[in-house]
């Protein structure tokens, strides 16, 4: 029969056999509340399948996206239901207690399979009810409690660990409740998932190992995390003795890189630049700044550098009221739109950086700061706006 309700036993059990203000609720026996949680689990791998098959069965996209969201829909009333008969004391005090963490359980499992395998079919902008956000982040500690200590022990890099578990770890104890997406839980799910997949298989293909290669694929644009893949590479480069070594090795890498799989998909944040295209650019500017820097001596500039050094003194410096960040994604701009007629961006980075200092630093580096303008945050950018249309309101006054 293609016409019955897949999730009826299950509905049957939750809203009317738990229910604790109904009669059934106390003629349960333990041996009873055994089998049903032996075939709660047997039922939850039934409707895996029976969804599928229903899937499947059918043509048209909007009836698949119709049934996708009804199962979704009736999943998470029922979890709904459940979370509410756990805050009942008599209901926590019987034997159904267990029963009850099984079948969240299990709708957990259910849920997470539909947001997993028929993502394209659910809206993962809208809001995740609060019950079922709260469930979801309990079964993610437990799962990412029992994976952190080793992954900590396989990567052997701290920064690497802190920027990662940092993340999960913060959408976990969040106290945001309103506003969190569909988006933004199915994506943790997933990585966690991976993570756990990783320590069973631990293959590193590349110069990459597998934990850079899953947060790649997994389009994982967080600002911390560039910053530590670009400063990892550049740390190798920066210690080989020639420039035509480094653009040799900084060639090795790119290609490496660009061999690696990326879901366009999936991403971390939506509303930020894709994680390759982000580094792709950083790879494509670093080696092309070798490449033209590659007829220069380095023991001149050193020289040059020592003997000069009064030449950029505080003193000389002027402060601009924005941070790094800010200054570069302005320099940036003024390239790109061709307002600064330089050789390349580097030159206009190692022209005037030198020159000027922010509240906070006196002396800038040319070169950190241009690394900073291949990673732009939302908040610059506003800081930014904010700045050049106060000097467009002052030069309207003139």
């Given at each position: 029969?293609?016409?019955?309700?897949?999730?009826?036993?299950?509905?049957?059990?939750?809203?009317?056999?738990?229910?604790?203000?109904?009669?059934?609720?106390?003629?349960?026996?333990?041996?009873?509340?055994?089998?049903?949680?032996?075939?709660?689990?047997?039922?939850?791998?039934?409707?895996?399948?029976?969804?599928?098959?229903?899937?499947?069965?059918?043509?048209?996209?909007?009836?698949?996206?119709?049934?996708?969201?009804?199962y979704h829909s009736a999943m998470i009333i029922l979890l709904d239901t459940l979370t509410e008969y756990q805050r009942d004391n008599e209901f926590e005090r019987s034997d159904c207690s267990n029963l009850g963490k099984t079948l969240v359980s299990c709708l957990d499992e259910l849920l997470f399979?539909?947001?997993?395998?028929?993502?394209?079919?659910?809206?993962?902008?809208?809001?995740?009810?609060?019950?079922?956000?709260?469930?979801?982040?309990?079964?993610?500690?437990?799962?990412?409690?029992?994976?952190?200590?080793?992954?900590?022990?396989?990567?052997?890099?701290?920064?690497?660990?802190?920027?990662?578990?940092?993340?999960?770890?913060?959408?976990?104890?969040?106290?945001?409740?309103?506003?969190?997406?569909?988006?933004?839980?199915?994506?943790?799910?997933?990585?966690?998932?991976?993570?756990?997949?990783?320590?069973?298989?631990?293959?590193?293909?590349?110069?990459?190992?597998?934990?850079?290669?899953?947060?790649?694929?997994?389009?994982?644009?967080?600002?911390?995390?560039?910053?530590?893949?670009?400063?990892?590479?550049?740390?190798?480069?920066?210690?080989?003795?020639?420039?035509?070594?480094?653009?040799?090795?900084?060639?090795?890498?790119?290609?490496?890189?660009?061999?690696?799989?990326?879901?366009?998909?999936?991403?971390?944040?939506?509303?930020?630049?894709?994680?390759?295209?982000?580094?792709?650019?950083?790879?494509?500017?670093?080696?092309?700044?070798?490449?033209?820097?590659?007829?220069?001596?380095?023991?001149?500039l050193k020289n040059y550098r020592r003997t000069n050094s009064d030449a950029f003194a505080v003193k000389d410096r002027v402060t601009v009221n924005l941070s790094a960040d800010q200054i570069a994604l302005i320099l940036k701009a003024c390239d790109d739109t061709r307002l600064l007629n330089a050789?390349?961006?580097?030159?206009?980075?190692?022209?005037?950086?030198?020159?000027?200092?922010?509240?906070?630093?006196?002396?800038?580096?040319?070169?950190?700061?241009?690394?900073?303008?291949?990673?732009?945050?939302?908040?610059?950018?506003?800081?930014?706006?904010?700045?050049?249309?106060?000097?467009?309101?002052?030069?309207?006054?003139?």
């Amino acid at each position: 029969m293609t016409d019955n309700y897949p999730l009826e036993w299950l509905d049957s059990l939750i809203s009317i056999t738990l229910n604790p203000a109904k009669i059934y609720f106390q003629d349960l026996t333990k041996e009873t509340i055994q089998k049903l949680s032996e075939r709660a689990l047997l039922e939850a791998a039934h409707i895996q399948s029976e969804l599928k098959n229903r899937v499947f069965s059918l043509h048209k996209e909007s009836q698949i996206r119709l049934l996708v969201q009804k199962y979704h829909s009736a999943m998470i009333i029922l979890l709904d239901t459940l979370t509410e008969y756990q805050r009942d004391n008599e209901f926590e005090r019987s034997d159904c207690s267990n029963l009850g963490k099984t079948l969240v359980s299990c709708l957990d499992e259910l849920l997470f399979f539909i947001e997993r395998r028929f993502a394209n079919f659910l809206s993962l902008e809208e809001r995740v009810p609060n019950t079922y956000l709260t469930v979801s982040r309990r079964e993610l500690k437990v799962k990412l409690d029992k994976i952190k200590k080793g992954l900590i022990a396989e990567v052997a890099d701290p920064a690497f660990t802190d920027i990662v578990l940092g993340d999960l770890y913060r959408f976990i104890d969040g106290r945001k409740g309103y506003g969190v997406s569909f988006r933004e839980l199915v994506y943790r799910r997933e990585l966690v998932e991976k993570l756990e997949q990783l320590r069973q298989t631990k293959n590193q293909t590349s110069l990459f190992n597998a934990h850079n290669e899953l947060l790649v694929y997994m389009n994982f644009n967080s600002r911390s995390y560039i910053k530590y893949f670009t400063q990892s590479i550049a740390d190798k480069i920066n210690g080989l003795s020639s420039k035509a070594e480094r653009i040799d090795s900084l060639h090795f890498h790119f290609k490496e890189f660009r061999q690696m799989q990326s879901n366009q998909n999936t991403v971390l944040y939506p509303d930020h630049q894709s994680l390759t295209v982000t580094l792709t650019a950083w790879f494509t500017d670093e080696i092309s700044y070798l490449e033209k820097t590659l007829h220069l001596e380095v023991n001149p500039l050193k020289n040059y550098r020592r003997t000069n050094s009064d030449a950029f003194a505080v003193k000389d410096r002027v402060t601009v009221n924005l941070s790094a960040d800010q200054i570069a994604l302005i320099l940036k701009a003024c390239d790109d739109t061709r307002l600064l007629n330089a050789r390349s961006l580097n030159e206009v980075f190692k022209t005037i950086i030198p020159h000027l200092s922010t509240p906070n630093k006196k002396e800038l580096s040319f070169d950190a700061v241009r690394r900073k303008s291949y990673v732009v945050e939302e908040n610059d950018k506003k800081m930014v706006v904010q700045a050049l249309e106060k000097i467009m309101e002052k030069i309207m006054s003139y």
